[in-house]
């Protein structure tokens, strides 16, 4: 009898161990592969798998500064399964562009935690005859008929860092977008466009192997990867200071007791030190907080760019 019961006990364990390996959460990136934010999230991968005793599968849906993404994230099961890292793209930004509003970014969905947070480096192609922020405004006017600034999509953060610049130094720099910030930095390094303004773990490897040059910075201080480099502040544009976020977002209406089951899988994944390591490379300073913390964020960051986005004119079908 005991022995039968040992034996129950121990297929009931099996299966259960079974069950919870076999469950497949979904994290979809808003942007293809080799971006910014496809870089945090894979680093973030084998922490939310142990965390969550499941297996975690990264999907890129690029498309429309990130709002296809949210789409598909909207019309998921609020079960926990399908979840989204996000950043100021979708949340913030082309959604608020749009003349047909898709959704309602502080509204229509679950902030779950932040995982980080950063400013970003304006880089031109090596061959540009400019060496910081002042110099390539003159360069800039006086090729005004053909300069330009690429983005990794319209609507995305490095199309509205453009367009903050083009209105504060006075520029007309054309926007050329691409499918994410990969294909941007090899038309870039080909001197197809002129100016990028993205993550410093986008465009750091092609400054540091001499392909591209840093001509400032948007945080408050300077990068240590580019100690030379001065901020948009010191350059005489203190207006064009900016960081970005990235978080965990879920579909609306998730319970409690699942967010918070997400939001201390996502603290513990974000206490590996390998996890840690990956998001520091980056450039990112690691952030974690709660829900309402992120929730919180999210909304400050559309009571900023929303007059931006009015100010520039900026369109989104």
């Not at 429309?64 to 989204?84: C, F, H, I, K, S």
């Amino acid at each position: 009898m005991i022995r039968n019961l040992v034996v129950a006990a121990v297929l009931v364990a099996s299966v259960a161990a079974s069950a919870q390996s076999t469950r497949t959460v979904k994290v979809v990136v808003g942007f293809p592969p080799g971006g910014g934010i496809d870089i945090i999230a894979r680093a973030l991968q084998p922490g939310l798998q142990e965390a969550l005793g499941a297996t975690v599968v990264v999907e890129n849906r690029p498309g429309a500064g990130g709002v296809v993404a949210a789409q598909e994230l909207m019309r998921a099961a609020p079960d926990g399964n399908t979840l989204l890292i996000g950043n100021l793209g979708p949340f913030a930004l082309a959604p608020n562009m749009m003349t047909k509003k898709p959704y309602e970014p502080t509204k229509d969905f679950t902030f779950i935690g932040q995982t980080s947070a950063g400013a970003y480096v304006a880089a031109i192609p090596a061959s540009l005859p400019a060496n910081n922020l002042n110099e390539f405004i003159v360069w800039a006017k006086a090729n005004a008929a053909t300069a330009s600034f690429a983005s990794g999509g319209a609507g995305a953060i490095t199309h509205l860092n453009g367009e903050l610049l083009n209105a504060q130094a006075g520029l007309k720099l054309v926007h050329v977008p691409y499918k994410g910030s990969a294909p941007a930095v090899t038309d870039l390094i080909g001197g197809q466009t002129h100016l990028l303004v993205d993550a410093p773990s986008v465009l750091a490897p092609q400054i540091k192997a001499g392909k591209l040059k840093a001509i400032y910075v948007t945080g408050s201080t300077r990068d240590p990867q580019f100690p030379n480099v001065m901020t948009a502040r010191e350059s005489g544009f203190p207006a064009l200071e900016t960081a970005g976020w990235q978080g965990l977002v879920g579909p609306a209406g998730m319970a409690p007791e699942i967010v918070n089951k997400l939001n201390a899988a996502l603290r513990q994944a974000l206490q590996r030190p390998d996890v840690r390591a990956r998001l520091t490379a980056t450039g990112s300073t690691i952030v974690e907080g709660t829900p309402a913390e992120f929730a919180a964020t999210v909304k400050a960051d559309n009571d900023k760019w929303i007059p931006v986005i009015k100010a520039s004119g900026v369109k989104m079908e």
